[in-house]
């Protein structure tokens, strides 16, 4: 299964500690309550590993990774169910939450 049969554009967050990322291709835009006006972004590389899509690139406290898998998943603070769960790596912190194609609108159960 090709990396393209995720969508293009995902949307990823998650809560405690509130964080956010908008995946478009191989490029990352990471957002947290305090940076929604500026976003940092990265460049990297999207490919399939193990049915799971990686986004990818940076190196040492710049590394990353997005780490996006089928299966349904729960914010934890919603009844809003989500079509993959989302792991964030950002150089030594990670962040857990769920993801959604943007142009799918999310319904409450």
């Not at 809560?15 to 990471?30: D, M, N």
């Not at 490919?47 to 089928?70: C, M, N, P």
């Amino acid at each position: 299964m090709p990396a393209e049969d995720f969508p293009a554009t995902l949307q990823a967050s998650g809560t405690e500690p509130f964080w956010g990322v908008r995946a478009e291709g191989g490029k990352l835009s990471y957002t947290t309550p305090e940076t929604m006006d500026t976003p940092r972004t990265f460049e990297g590389k999207r490919e399939l590993q193990g049915g799971a899509l990686i986004v990818h690139g940076g190196e040492g406290d710049g590394a990353f990774k997005l780490t996006i898998k089928r299966g349904e998943c729960s914010d934890g603070m919603s009844d809003l169910r989500h079509p993959f769960s989302a792991d964030f790596v950002l150089g030594k912190d990670t962040f857990k939450g769920c993801a959604r194609d943007l142009a799918v609108p999310v319904e409450a159960p």
